[in-house]
């Protein structure tokens, strides 16, 4: 039982990443925004974020250089395809393309680099509770706070009228502006908060997740949250949801091997990739479905 609680453990935190990064990237889409350049910017805020608590000691400092420098990338994208109109596919491809080379080239210095001693977290008395402590209540704030902001997201998005506003400029553009919202002001505001929660996803990674800084370690965590968006058609608590899926897949690898399963470590390594692909291309098969609940002006410039 004390395996499976682990299992549990791990794909709660495993889910975590994948959750903030996605929800960030769907505010964007919300406002009609595609942005392909999520790898990059956690890739970047994984740097920041760990170069930050290597030289003051505070997590919440690097959460804040992680979330600052997804903020300036995502403002850097935002002045192409808001501004200027480039495309938005081609803008975030290259802004992911960025971020690797960029994160690689600053983080050199920091790969043998040690974080201060990591502390531990639990809530009191439910902590000893048999398994379900292990499993749930001994994880880091961030997995109970990525809960709850997706509740409020939730709430956010079908009972504000600010929510209603995101939605509106995601549906109809034109519509928006003629009822005298700033379209490309609410877009842009979008996309800088998007790209802070892609950050604070990096940097969760760095300092929380796996407390060290390789190059490339995201390991395609930014594409599979960008896929996250469609598997839960632009719904964020079906997002928490295939975090926690996705999660798991990615743990069940580590699962296998430490149980003693003989199973080739390049396919299990594979595993989250193959089920990513396997479930798009279910989703795919109903256009219709994804039609009607895609934001109608996603990836249309404006």
Known sequence: METYALLIASTLSA????????????????????????????????????????????????????????????????????????????????????????????????????????????????????????????????????????????????????GLVLRAVGESPQSAHALGYPVRSIRLAAVLCGGAL???????????YTPLWVEGMIAGKGWIALALTTFATWRPGRILLGAYLFGGVTMLQFHLQATGVEVPSQFLSMLPYVATIVVLALISRNPQWIRVNMPASLGKPY
Request: glycine share 14%.
């Open 198 to 208: 892609c950050g604070l996803a990096g940097a969760y990674i760095s300092v929380i």
């Open 15 to 162: 889910g975590t990443v994948l959750a903030i990064a996605a929800l960030g990237l769907l505010v964007n889409e919300k406002a009609g925004i595609v942005n392909l350049g999520a790898e990059g910017m956690m890739l970047c805020a994984a740097i920041a974020g760990y170069a930050t608590v290597v030289h003051t000691g505070s997590d919440m400092l690097g959460f804040l250089a992680g979330m600052g420098a997804g903020a300036v990338l995502a403002l850097f994208f935002g002045a192409l395809v808001i501004g200027l109109n480039t495309n938005q596919y081609a803008t975030g491809l290259a802004l992911s393309l960025f971020g690797a080379g960029f994160s690689a080239f600053v983080g050199t210095g920091y790969v043998q680099a040690k974080l201060p001693e990591r502390l531990t977290y639990e809530v009191p008395y439910l902590a000893d509770l048999p398994v379900v402590g292990v499993a749930v209540f001994q994880q880091h704030p961030m997995v109970y706070l990525t809960i709850v902001f997706t509740l409020v997201f939730i709430w956010f998005l079908e009972h504000t009228r600010t």
